[in-house]
């Protein structure tokens, strides 16, 4: 029973062997324990006595002396180091900590236990085997480097690596009874403490040694015709970090136009300097209308480990001019006053007085009264034609044979599983139907219907267009449930924005 042991050592390793010998006609059996233990604490340990059956062994009495120090020396055979490449940080920030095995014989089963740092993200990041030489011995060394990112302020403390290894050229007798394979090592690295100072005050905390962000764009030219997207992609590099700890970007509130954000891709790398994260964000914008777009600058805001301050990353913002849609043409304006060529009423004057007018009150009274009602009936005429001129220059007759050849197109595509022409179909149909050139948008059809389970469906297929994994279309059953009824109502049903007063004489 060797669990006495364990309050004061480490048992490295363990052998036994059984012998069997006769003398003067009688057996005598033997088995003997081997034991490799390593002391815990520095001081006067006792090993306690063992029992085995019946029988008990006696205690020893060892000093264990402090070993020797930290520092790098030609004194020791196999020893090992651990050092910080700074002593103090602040949360979050990335400490290198390298760790060295030194040996100058051979080594077997060599094996490190897993290093873990309570308070503290541990991450390797190389790994190199190389030869030096101190004070004249020649040591191959295994060096380990690992990131270090502590999560909180205050002391940190690292515990020292631990190595186990055999040698290969022991000559102790006992590897000769027990069969050799070397005598068992166990190596350790001093502790390490890092002094963590509580972060500077600010959002968006991401402390890197270098950031850079760099910005494509999807579309070659800034001429876009209305209704397609244009995909921004602004990729994040941070050196002195991993990809998870780098914050989403901040954007702005969109100002005509929608954005639809696609999933981040996150990556890591890691060399002998440590951790660079990258974050990449792609987001669709789709503008509400033709005209002008202009998509606002986007800054980052970083704390420089090197230079211990913040700093400010900013990308520039960009001008698009969205150009009308194929087949959604402008809405003519409405003529004028001063363009309307003059009509018959307009040149109604006065009759021309052929003689002397006759003097007296009653006289100018006749004639400022025909005079007035002549204006009136002037101005009243000229009214009605500059409205009815209104009417048909913002208005084309509808085509019934139209109306059933783009309605067949919508019905093609919604089973077609085609979102795209979908889309299109779908606004072709409607200005057709509402005999308005001005619907430009989805948004604009479902308000036109007043149907809210369109505007949803409508939502989803243009998330299906534009948003880059915005998912299926609605289904054809679903969407052409709600289109049908729709497309056997009369346009007139609805009101059109602007057109609430009735035509001043019937058409």
């Known amino acids: 029973d060797f669990s006495p042991l364990d309050a004061d050592f480490e048992i490295l390793d363990r052998g036994r062997r059984n012998q069997i010998s006769m003398v003067n006609g009688s057996f005598d059996a033997t088995s003997i324990w081997r034991l490799t233990l390593a002391p815990k604490r520095t001081g006067d340990l006792q090993i306690p006595p063992l029992t085995a059956g019946d029988a008990q062994s006696h205690a020893l009495t060892i000093r264990v002396t402090p070993g020797a120090s930290g520092a790098v020396s030609a004194d020791r055979a196999v020893f090992a180091e651990a050092v910080l490449d700074k002593e103090q940080a602040v949360p979050g920030e990335q400490v290198m900590l390298t760790v060295r095995l030194y040996t100058r014989v051979d080594l077997s089963n060599l094996s490190m236990e897993p290093l873990k740092v309570p308070g503290a993200e541990l991450i390797q990041s190389a790994e190199n085997k190389y030869h030096k030489d101190i004070q004249g011995q020649t040591y191959q060394v295994i060096e380990l480097r690992y990131a270090l990112i502590p999560e909180q302020e205050g002391e940190l403390n690292i515990p020292g690596a631990r190595f186990g290894a055999r040698t290969l050229d022991s000559r102790d007798p006992f590897d000769r009874v027990f069969g050799g394979g070397g005598r068992p090592l166990r190596i350790s690295s001093e502790p390490r403490t890092l002094h963590v100072t509580a972060r500077p005050a600010g959002a968006n905390w991401l402390p890197v040694r270098q950031l850079r962000v760099e910005q494509t764009w999807s579309a070659a030219t800034r001429q876009i015709p209305f209704g397609e997207p244009i995909t921004r992609t602004l990729t994040l590099t941070a050196s002195g970090t991993t990809s998870a700890r780098i914050p989403p970007l901040e954007l702005p509130a969109p100002a005509g136009y929608r954005r639809y954000a696609d999933q981040p891709e996150l990556h890591d790398d890691a060399s002998t300097d440590g951790l660079t994260g990258r974050r990449t964000e792609s987001f669709a914008v789709v503008a509400d209308q033709p005209g002008p777009l202009v998509l606002p600058p986007i800054k980052v805001r970083w704390w420089n480990t090197a230079a211990r301050a913040f700093e400010e ?63 009136l009936l002037s101005s009243t005429l000229t009214f009605a034609l500059l409205w009815r001129r209104r009417g048909t220059t913002t208005r084309a007759a509808r085509d019934p044979v139209q109306q059933i050849a783009d309605f067949s197109a919508v019905e093609h595509a919604a089973t077609a599983g ?19 050139a001005s619907i430009v948008s989805l948004r604009q059809v479902a308000e036109r219907a007043g ?46 924005p602007g057109r609430d007063l009735q035509p001043l004489y019937p058409q």
């Open 313 to 375: 990353t900013e990308v520039p913002g960009e001008r698009f001019e969205i150009l009308p849609a194929a087949g959604a043409a402008q809405i003519p304006p409405v003529a004028s006053p001063e363009t309307v060529a003059p009509t018959a009423a307009e040149a109604i004057q006065p009759p021309a007085a052929t003689a002397a007018a006759p003097a007296g009150g009653a006289t100018s009274l006749i004639y400022g009264l025909l005079a007035g009602n002549v204006l």
């Open 418 to 436: 085609d979102g795209v022409r979908l889309r299109a179909a779908l606004l072709a149909w409607a200005r057709e139907h509402w005999d308005d």
């Open 451 to 496: 149907n809210e389970r369109l505007r949803a469906a409508f939502r989803r297929l243009d998330d299906s267009c534009y948003a880059p994994r915005g998912g299926p279309p609605p289904s054809a059953e679903e969407l052409l449930a709600e289109l049908r009824p729709l497309a056997k109502t009369p346009a007139g049903d609805s009101k059109k």
